[in-house]
């Protein structure tokens, strides 16, 4: 398998099409909420797709976004989208101020609990997120959110005031719209209107819970994770 990063410009229509191929039919499928006028979504149990021109306009949409790609027989088995946006207002000693934000994470169903998605991980945050003083994810996967506080060396926050900012600075279309925001010491958590079926993040929030800050999301919402790197350890120990 062969692991590499790509700036949002070179991502080419043959691999944005792999890409899509990977999460329509790898990500998840719709709950039975999914399927209304005002959700948006698609038949109960049919797979939650994405084609490889929404990929383009929702997960490549300004100069900062790429995404890191594990490639079996040239293609994608794993992927993860990513962005960086700027917050003008948290003052940080070094002066860095970006934020490092995983727009999407998904690994082929027969290649997953193989640490493809800490690989992937590492890689965005050893090319972007060394300039960067936190990483976030929004997701319904609590394993997501699991990978992304692995590699960046800590735990999600539930700062209020750390996570309105980092939330009122986030450039990712899809939580630019989202309707409502919920953050205290044991919930954290956006109202996107994404109806994926949370079978499986519930699942893995039961193995979890000892752990756990975030609450349990309601449907049609997301877990919103976001980790300080200011205990990013080196890069071996990383992929180690
Ligand atoms: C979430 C996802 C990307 C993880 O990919 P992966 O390559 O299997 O993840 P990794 O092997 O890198 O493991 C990441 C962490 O999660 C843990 N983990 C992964 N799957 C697990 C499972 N089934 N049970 C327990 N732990 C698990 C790993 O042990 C690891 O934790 P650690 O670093 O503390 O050991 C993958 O499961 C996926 O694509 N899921 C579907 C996408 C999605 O989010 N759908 C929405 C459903 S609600």
Not at 107 to 136: E, N, P, T, Y
Not at 234 to 239: A, I, L, R, Y
Request: aromatic share 6%; hydrophobic share 40%; charged share 20%.
């Amino acid at each position: 398998m062969e692991y590499c990063l790509i700036e949002g410009p070179d991502i080419s229509d043959a691999l944005l099409e792999g890409c899509s191929q990977l999460f329509s039919q790898h990500y998840g499928v719709w709950s039975s909420a999914a399927a209304t006028p005002t959700h948006c979504g698609g038949k109960a149990g049919s797979p939650v797709e994405m084609s490889a021109q929404q990929m383009r306009v929702q997960l490549l949409f300004d100069e900062t976004c790429g995404v890191a790609v594990c490639l079996s027989n040239g293609l994608p088995v794993g992927q993860a989208f990513f962005c960086t946006f700027t917050l003008p207002a948290l003052h940080d000693d070094d002066g860095s101020r970006n934020v490092c934000w995983i727009t999407q994470l998904v690994v082929h169903a027969d290649r997953r609990r193989q640490g493809i998605a800490v690989k992937l991980l590492s890689l965005v945050v050893d090319s972007r997120a060394r300039d960067c003083v936190a990483v976030g994810v929004a997701s319904c996967n609590p394993t997501t959110v699991r990978a992304v506080e692995r590699v960046a060396g800590g735990v999600s926050e539930v700062d209020e005031g750390l996570v309105r900012e980092v939330f009122s600075h986030c450039s990712v279309p899809h939580l630019k719209r989202a309707t409502d925001l919920v953050v205290s010491e044991c919930e954290c958590a956006v109202n996107t209107n994404f109806f994926v079926d949370h079978l499986e993040g519930l699942f893995m929030l039961e193995k979890l819970k000892c752990q756990w800050v975030l609450g349990v999301v309601r449907e049609g919402w997301e877990y919103l994770s976001i980790v300080r790197l200011s205990n990013l350890p080196e890069s071996e120990e990383v992929n180690g």
